[in-house]
């Protein structure tokens, strides 16, 4: 069985970390560089690093940040956020990021996911979908839509559809953002993560309402996810990512530790 994974994601805004509560009322709360730096030598598997303005603003990424957060870690970074060609995908890999989000713009056009990945792979292409939760209906069968734009353009795509849809084109992994869960410290949205995850043959990552080490447990057992990933819980010092795992490792979840 392989081990789960423990990610941090970085949400970048102006170049400086910011968080928010499902999608809206986004602060600045610190320095990406020095989070990335902090995480790693406590034993992060995995950093996320999504530049969340860039898709809405229509603007590239900014690669100097990405490159100074690249320079401190040297565990697999993962980088998204106006992500729209093959060329924006090769310059954030030159910057240092080993694997590509790719989201607004691969549901507007889904093809970019299959020329990414066979670009540059496609275990190094990440679909990453901003979800909300709907009325059941014919037009959504899960009871799940995909947004973009960091949250504010509903697509009238079922959630269900876009992941199944999303692996058949390429993609590598799938990070399941729950917008009604986002920034809550409440738990993750085990229902929609577990639906994906059984839909699906590649890994899933659960993001999305981290709040203490119990949700972690459930969303990695109850909710299938191969990867767990935590902003608020660390970034304001509630828990370390080395107490984090200790904890998951006592209750017999499979991680990779440093000793």
């Not at 995995?46 to 690669?63: G, Q």
């Not at 085990?190 to 447990?217: C, D, F, Q, W």
């Amino acid at each position: 069985m392989l081990s789960k994974r423990l990610i941090a994601c970085l949400d970048v805004r102006d170049g400086k970390l910011a968080k928010s509560v499902r999608f809206v009322d986004t602060k600045d709360i610190g320095d990406p560089v020095e989070k990335a730096r902090e995480y790693y030598a406590d034993g992060l598997d995995e950093l996320v690093f999504y530049d969340i303005t860039a898709s809405s603003d229509k603007r590239n990424i900014m690669l100097d940040v990405v490159e100074k957060v690249a320079e401190q870690v040297f565990i697999p970074l993962s980088v998204g956020g106006g992500v729209r060609s093959v060329a924006d995908a090769t310059d954030l890999r030159l910057a240092g990021a080993e694997k590509i989000n790719v989201n607004s713009a691969a549901v507007q056009r889904p093809e970019l996911i299959s020329e990414c990945a066979e670009a540059i792979g496609d275990q190094n292409i990440v679909l990453s979908m901003d979800i909300r939760r709907v009325e059941r209906c014919d037009e959504f069968p899960s009871g799940y839509e995909i947004v973009i734009n960091g949250g504010r353009t509903p697509m009238g795509i079922d959630a269900l559809d876009w992941a199944r849809k999303g692996e058949k084109l390429g993609a590598g992994e799938l990070v399941i953002n729950s917008i009604d869960a986002d920034g809550t410290r409440e738990g993750y949205e085990l229902t929609l993560t577990a639906m994906l995850a059984e839909a699906v043959r590649i890994p899933v990552i659960a993001s999305g309402g981290a709040g203490k080490p119990e949700h972690l447990y459930d969303v990695l057992t109850t909710g299938k996810a191969d990867a767990a990933l935590v902003a608020s819980m660390v970034h304001y010092g509630d828990y370390t990512v080395s107490e984090l795992k200790q904890y998951l490792h006592d209750q017999g979840v499979k991680m990779r530790m440093s000793w």
